[in-house]
């Protein structure tokens, strides 16, 4: 079996197994570029096109896969980062800037979400992923309040960084994990019995955290239980991840697409030009992996589906 790098495609072979995820002849695109800090990518299945933050520059970008042209879809856009979709096809971001998760309806308006803790303001919402019972749960490091390049600047309200849930039904917030450094991408296993968290307090300290944990969910789904390292960042730290179809991670960092088993062994990379803050996986049979390098959106072809 061969180990190494598929000279010009971008795949980097490191356990034989990941060489069952790509084509070899399928390379790495650049789809457009233009960002200052490309991040939060997601797919709208109905509409084929991809939503993404270009946070620096206070506006979501939007990328339209039928013809390929870009467009703004929205600025300002409140220092907008993470993005996901909910179950009903709708848009949820975090807003640095205005410090909140919000939803934007089918019919263009904007509804706040959340933008309090026990009647303390939230610090700068970063990522958050859709349960399948509805609830969207989030992560609240202070990246957009720590100084103007992606917010602005203000006094944290809340007493550490931490991961926090929305009721489907009452719309209350509450913490299920208060000891992060610095919370950032996460992602439910396929079955939703596990959460994985990046913690990328390296941002902020060598000897800080870079890793992504692996917690176990109560019985009930709504609440946070044991919890374990699942992966060390070779290069960088982890920021944005997504889960395929085999529980396989594919992880953002400084070298690329950083590509774990469901045990956590690395057994593959994907070399992109720029450091990767965040990947979705879209196109017509989720088998397109769409990558926010710092200035720039790229895709690959994958023989696998997300």
């Given at each position: ?47 084929r096109y991809l939503i993404w933050s270009d ?252």
């Amino acid at each position: 079996m061969f180990h190494g790098e598929i000279e010009g495609s971008g795949f980097e072979i490191i356990e034989p197994a990941f060489a069952q995820c790509f084509v070899g002849h399928a390379r790495l695109e650049r789809l457009w570029t233009g960002c200052r800090w490309a991040e939060g990518p997601a797919w709208f299945g109905g509409g084929r096109y991809l939503i993404w933050s270009d946070l620096p520059n206070d506006r979501l970008m939007r990328y339209d896969d039928t013809d390929g042209s870009v467009s703004v879809f929205r600025s300002p856009s409140g220092y907008a980062n993470g993005n996901t979709v909910d179950r009903e096809g709708r848009l949820i971001s975090c807003e640095h800037q205005n410090r909140r998760i919000t939803r934007t309806e089918h019919d263009g308006s904007v509804t706040v979400l959340a933008d309090r803790h026990a009647g303390k303001r939230l610090n700068s919402p970063n990522d958050v992923v859709v349960k399948s019972d509805g609830s969207i749960w989030f992560t609240d490091p202070d990246y957009g309040i720590i100084a103007d390049y992606e917010g602005t600047r203000a006094e944290r309200e809340q007493d550490g960084c931490h991961v926090y849930r929305i009721d489907p039904l009452s719309g209350a917030v509450s913490q299920v994990a208060t000891d992060f450094d610095h919370p950032n991408g996460l992602a439910f296993s396929r079955d939703e019995r596990f959460l994985f968290v990046a913690d990328s307090g390296f941002t902020e300290g060598a000897d800080r955290p870079r890793h992504i944990r692996r917690i176990a969910l109560t019985q009930d789904g709504k609440a946070l239980g044991e919890s374990t390292v699942f992966a060390h960042c070779p290069a960088g730290f982890f920021d944005g991840f997504r889960v395929d179809e085999q529980d396989r991670i594919w992880a953002s960092s400084a070298e690329g697409v950083q590509v774990y088993d469901r045990g956590g062994t690395l057994i593959g990379r994907v070399r992109v030009p720029e450091m990767v803050a965040n990947l979705s996986f879209g196109g017509a049979r989720r088998n397109r992996l769409f990558i926010c390098g710092t200035t720039s959106l790229y895709a690959i072809y994958l023989k696998i589906n997300g």
